[in-house]
């Protein structure tokens, strides 16, 4: 199992390149997700599908940056 911050740096890269496989493959087989609007969705598959709809329609081009730091 690798680091949090190896983590955040996998699921900014799919992101980025709007991979939608290698993104939901960031999230366990049975994980939940909290969309922006409130859903909740369960599975990697649905997980995918939501992102794909987004990473089609609002969320085209959008970049994600992560910055792990020590809380203050």
Sequence with gaps: ???LEE???RIQDAWNRADIAA???C???DAGYVS???ALVVGR??????HREAF???LAG???KFSVGAAA
Excluded at 45 to 50: D, G, H, K, Q, V
């Design 7 to 9: 983590l955040l740096n």
């Design 36 to 38: 922006r609007a409130g």
């Design 1 to 3: 199992m690798g680091s």
């Design 62 to 64: 959008t970049q994600l």
């Design 45 to 50: 598959e649905a997980i995918a599908n939501l």
């Design 56 to 58: 089609e329609g609002p």
């Design 23 to 25: 993104y939901a493959a």
């Design 27 to 29: 999230y366990a087989e």
